[in-house]
């Protein structure tokens, strides 16, 4: 087990399409933080394996790290999240990455209200100068950060509240919200953030005079509980969906190409056979009680180092012991070999053989 002390991610209760200036959730006090650095999470490359419609079973082969949930604003070990760990999974293809996220939780949705409902976010370093402690770390005041004065602390963010999204339906990039120019998501609300400092929070495209870019939105992500009976698609008819209170465990999965076309420093850019810094929030409203922006949990109190691998990183041998197929291709051709070597040895012995059996006899030797 992977035990981390948690820090103040301090990302925002509900990602709307007019995200500006908001409070702060800054923790008093003295910030210490007793970080982990060998804890890592990697991709590896496996292309055509993870379809994104919140089930799992694609995931079984894939190697995961595990992640003790603490609050954030208050890491106490005694107050960890009762429902568990949280399981994180990641891979790529070689032109996207792929996350999955497992945790214990029983089931509980209201329709339209997210703080009701299980939410996470994903937060990466893009900045140089950009810490994981107060997003991103810019000293700026909200009427003063720009992209200017916090240059070098912006952070991407991720948000997925899904007080709005259909169970095993693909939210993200559309569209109607790519045309706006930002990186809303009006159907799902999965949101696509850059910061500075939990002041100067925004939708890509967005900033503190409006509008500043026509940008895509570039994540996708869907969510499951394990205690549905349904395999196949739900409709915004079938909510609730499943059984209040219901045991089982919830599923994200997200993906988003290593590059996109960002030309302001609001979205990370993966690289293979680079790192980036990756960390991960929880929402979850326990006791019947909503949660709130400041109340959710984190895996860890700094950065974790994501390594995005290449292809030559994983073993032969590993591949061959997963597909069957390289294995008969293998003895194909150490069979093709050898008859090819039989075939070579039998013409030349059947050669020396005939030229044996012409040799030329005078007649006056008879």
Not at 203 to 226: C, E
Request: proline share 5%; glycine share 10%; charged share 20%.
């Amino acid at each position: 087990m992977l035990m981390m002390f948690p820090v103040i991610l301090l990302l925002t209760a509900t990602l709307s399409h007019s995200i500006g200036q908001v409070e702060s959730h800054e923790e008093s006090g003295v910030w210490s933080c007793d970080s982990q650095p060998e804890i890592r999470l990697q991709a590896d490359f496996r292309p055509g394996v993870i379809t994104l419609d919140g089930h799992i079973q694609d995931w079984k082969d894939i190697e995961g790290s595990e992640f003790s949930l603490l609050p954030a604003l208050d890491p106490d070990v005694d107050k960890e999240y009762r429902g568990g760990e949280m399981t994180i999974k990641a891979l790529h293809d070689g032109s996207e990455v792929f996350f999955m996220l497992q945790v214990d939780g029983s089931y509980t949705y209201l329709k339209g209200d997210s703080h009701r409902c299980a939410s996470v976010a994903l937060m990466f370093q893009i900045g140089e100068n950009a810490t994981y402690y107060n997003m991103g770390g810019c000293s700026e005041a909200p009427d003063t950060c720009t992209s200017k004065t916090c240059h070098g602390h912006e952070v991407d963010i991720m948000h997925f509240a899904t007080g709005n999204a259909i169970p095993g339906r693909l939210y993200g990039s559309n569209p109607l919200d790519n045309i706006n120019g930002n990186r809303g998501n009006r159907f799902g609300h999965l949101e696509d953030v850059y910061a500075w400092n939990p002041h100067c929070r925004y939708l890509d495209g967005m900033g503190p005079s409006g509008n500043v870019s026509a940008t895509k939105h570039n994540w996708k992500g869907v969510w499951w509980h394990s205690s549905f009976t349904r395999s196949s698609g739900f409709v915004e008819e079938d909510n609730p969906y499943g059984s209040e209170g219901q045991s089982g465990a919830y599923y994200f999965e997200f993906s988003r190409p290593f590059r996109t076309m960002d030309r302001l420093q609001q979205d990370v850019q993966f690289t293979i056979g680079r790192t980036s810094k990756v960390s991960v929030a929880f929402w979850y409203p326990e006791d019947g009680k909503p949660w709130h922006a400041s109340g959710h949990y984190s895996i860890g109190c700094d950065w974790i180092g994501f390594d995005v691998l290449p292809s030559e990183a994983i073993m032969p041998t590993k591949d061959l012991q997963k597909n069957p197929w390289d294995v008969a291709m293998a003895f194909s051709l150490l069979f093709s070999v050898v008859a090819f070597c039989l075939s070579v040895f039998v013409g030349h012995r059947f050669s020396s053989f005939t030229k044996s059996k012409d040799v030329f006899i005078p007649l006056d030797t008879f």
